[in-house]
């Protein structure tokens, strides 16, 4: 069966009150965005449901595109027929058809919008129902706990019917929950944390600090292909890359050993939280998880934070490595995350770095270095890409060859 529209019902934003056109019309305009590579077809919001028009596109690709856009509940992807009984009868007998197996049962479930049609919604169901058990030998009806649900929708513009509800990720829109960064470092974590942010109606840009030559183009382009895989959920995505090499050249000269780690990542979040400040964020992303590596202790985020007073979320903070593995394979960044191309997080990493470093010899420390003119030099030289969701940045087979040689 090749589907001409797909009905779209709304998730966690319909409980909404005054506000929900506003989120109807931000998930309206995700779904055009993941949508972007099916030209022909139309999105259509509307106040109970969303429709896309398929216009001829390819069913089965739209359909797992739509799986990732946040604020989606579930999805019917419909057939739409003249508003003729036959022609009705016939298609709902070949739905069944392809999804009957033995002992299998079935139920119609009609709605009808065009009160002018001439059956009603029980005589509908009766014609219906008494074709298929006709029709079908060994089929029975079960109208709690059927096999095959077939609805059918009497609409102004035609007559629809579908039998497959496929599930949405859920959550709210991105973009209705604001706008934040992201500091992406490539590895397994800080996806994940994205992809949480994303759920709950958060629009992300990524900031990804990069260190050449100690970290490669492959490094780069990791970061970059792992932003386009996460665009599935949200569409184009702005990848602010920033040079991070003097800074960190300048930490290792100067501050004690025990202190490379904090104050590089002290560096790290004055940049971010600065550039979020100039784009008119509100918060920055990161994808710690407390007590999984020395960094991340509370008395090390504590020193950390110390920068700055603007908000620093963490999704992942309470959760365990297993948990976060599991989210990455499932939202497919895992295979790149683990993909062997260092970042500028791990190197010049010290074999004993504090774990539990002091508040105020952070600060002492940090006044060795020339903060304000290692900030703005890096900010000056910051590039943007706006990165689409599916774009190619790294050929992964091809590049770990070259890079393990």
Same mark, same amino acid.
């Given at each position: 069966?090749?589907?001409?529209e797909?009905?779209?019902?709304?998730g966690?934003?319909?409980?909404?009150?005054?506000?929900?056109?506003?989120?109807?019309?931000?998930?309206?305009?995700? !779904?055009?965005?993941?949508l972007?590579?099916?030209?022909?077809?139309e999105?259509?919001?509307?106040?109970?449901?969303?429709?896309?028009?398929?216009?001829?596109?390819?069913?089965?690709?739209?359909?797992?595109?739509?799986?990732?856009?946040?604020?989606?509940?579930?999805?019917?992807?419909? !057939?739409?027929?003249?508003?003729n009984?036959a022609?009705?009868?016939?298609?709902?007998?070949?739905?069944?058809?392809?999804?009957?197996?033995?002992?299998?049962?079935?139920?119609?479930?009609?709605?009808?919008?065009?009160?002018?049609?001439?059956?009603?919604?029980?005589?509908?169901?009766?014609?219906l129902?008494?074709?298929?058990?006709?029709?079908?030998?060994?089929?029975?009806?079960?109208?709690?706990?059927?096999?095959?649900?077939?609805?059918?929708?009497?609409?102004?513009?035609?007559?629809?019917?579908?039998?497959?509800?496929?599930?949405g990720?859920?959550?709210?829109? !991105?973009?209705?929950?604001g706008?934040?960064?992201?500091?992406?470092?490539?590895?397994?974590?800080?996806?994940?944390?994205?992809?949480?942010?994303?759920?709950?109606?958060?629009?992300?840009?990524?900031?990804?600090?990069?260190?050449p030559?100690?970290?490669?183009?492959?490094?780069?382009?990791?970061?970059?292909?792992?932003?386009?895989?996460?665009?599935?959920?949200?569409?184009?995505?702005?990848?602010?890359?920033?040079?991070?090499?003097?800074?960190?050249?300048?930490?290792?000269?100067?501050?004690?050993?025990?202190?490379?780690?904090?104050?590089?990542?002290?560096?790290?979040?004055?940049?971010?939280?600065?550039?979020?400040?100039?784009?008119?964020?509100?918060?920055?992303?990161?994808?710690?998880?407390?007590?999984?590596?020395?960094?991340?202790?509370?008395?090390?985020?504590?020193?950390?934070?110390?920068?700055?007073t603007?908000?620093?979320?963490?999704?992942?903070?309470?959760?365990?490595?297993?948990?976060?593995?599991?989210?990455?394979?499932?939202?497919?960044?895992?295979?790149?995350?683990?993909?062997?191309?260092?970042?500028?997080?791990?190197?010049?990493?010290?074999?004993?770095?504090?774990?539990?470093?002091?508040?105020?010899?952070?600060?002492?420390?940090?006044?060795?270095?020339?903060?304000?003119?290692?900030?703005?030099?890096?900010?000056?030289?910051?590039?943007?890409?706006?990165?689409?969701?599916?774009?190619?940045?790294?050929?992964?087979?091809?590049?770990?060859?070259?890079?393990?040689?």
């Amino acid at each position: 069966m090749h589907y001409t529209e797909i009905m779209v019902r709304y998730g966690e934003l319909s409980t909404k009150g005054k506000n929900k056109k506003d989120f109807i019309k931000q998930l309206g305009k995700n !779904v055009r965005a993941v949508l972007h590579p099916f030209p022909k077809l139309e999105v259509k919001p509307q106040r109970d449901r969303l429709h896309v028009a398929l216009n001829g596109e390819d069913d089965q690709q739209v359909i797992e595109s739509l799986k990732g856009v946040f604020g989606i509940e579930n999805f019917y992807p419909s !057939v739409r027929l003249e508003k003729n009984m036959a022609i009705i009868k016939q298609t709902a007998l070949e739905i069944v058809k392809e999804q009957y197996h033995d002992g299998a049962t079935f139920k119609i479930n009609t709605r009808r919008q065009d009160k002018h049609f001439e059956y009603d919604t029980n005589q509908i169901n009766n014609q219906l129902g008494d074709y298929i058990l006709e029709n079908v030998p060994g089929i029975t009806v079960d109208v709690k706990h059927p096999d095959i649900s077939i609805r059918v929708e009497i609409r102004m513009n035609g007559a629809f019917l579908s039998s497959e509800k496929i599930h949405g990720a859920g959550g709210l829109p !991105v973009g209705t929950g604001g706008r934040a960064t992201m500091m992406l470092s490539g590895g397994i974590d800080s996806p994940v944390a994205t992809y949480l942010a994303m759920k709950r109606g958060v629009k992300i840009d990524m900031i990804h600090f990069y260190s050449p030559p100690y970290t490669g183009e492959q490094a780069l382009n990791k970061a970059k292909q792992l932003t386009s895989v996460l665009g599935k959920y949200s569409g184009n995505i702005q990848f602010i890359q920033v040079p991070f090499t003097e800074i960190q050249e300048t930490i290792k000269e100067k501050v004690p050993e025990g202190y490379l780690m904090t104050i590089q990542r002290r560096m790290m979040l004055r940049i971010a939280a600065q550039i979020t400040q100039n784009r008119h964020c509100t918060g920055v992303f990161t994808g710690e998880a407390l007590g999984q590596v020395a960094s991340q202790t509370l008395e090390s985020m504590m020193a950390i934070n110390d920068v700055t007073t603007m908000p620093v979320l963490r999704p992942l903070v309470s959760m365990d490595k297993t948990e976060i593995i599991k989210i990455s394979k499932q939202i497919k960044t895992y295979d790149l995350s683990i993909l062997p191309f260092e970042d500028c997080c791990t190197i010049f990493t010290p074999p004993a770095p504090k774990t539990r470093p002091d508040l105020a010899k952070s600060r002492k420390f940090e006044q060795y270095i020339d903060v304000e003119g290692l900030m703005k030099k890096a900010i000056d030289n910051i590039e943007i890409t706006d990165i689409k969701p599916g774009e190619e940045f790294l050929n992964q087979n091809q590049d770990v060859f070259a890079e393990l040689l």
